[in-house]
């Protein structure tokens, strides 16, 4: 059973930092692609950055420039390091992993809060 476990999550003042974690198990492929997605309140799901497997990673315009997603595949560990935090990157972060033998959605997890606020 495919699991993937949030966490770094918490209360940020703006303009601080946070480093969002993702662990990945029970798959027996290692070669998936792997996204940060955030839910702000009231609002739709929103893709935020991801990175493939050779390292190559993409950003959502709106956190570019602040943002930096890693992986430490002998980990099995995704992360997402946010700087200059606004009160805009308050939702739920979510990790979701997807490869072509996973289902269409690919595998989630629960989700960690993220909350800016002063």
């Known amino acids: 059973q495919v699991q993937l476990v949030e966490s770094g999550g918490g209360l940020v003042q703006p303009g601080g930092s946070l480093r969002l974690s993702c662990v990945v198990s029970g798959s027996i492929f290692s070669d998936y692609t792997m996204d940060w997605y955030r839910q702000p309140p009231g609002k739709q799901r929103e893709w935020v950055a991801g990175?493939?497997?050779?390292?190559?990673?993409n950003y959502a315009t709106s956190v570019k420039v602040r943002s930096t997603v890693s992986r430490d595949n002998a980990k099995n560990t995704m992360y997402l390091q946010m700087n200059s935090l606004k009160p805009d990157d308050t939702a739920v972060y979510y990790c979701?992993?997807?490869?072509?033998?996973?289902?269409?959605?690919?595998?989630w997890g629960q989700g960690t809060q993220v909350t800016v606020s002063s």
């Open positions: 990175i493939d497997n050779g390292g190559h990673v």
């Open positions: 979701n992993i997807n490869h072509r033998k996973f289902p269409p959605t690919g595998y």
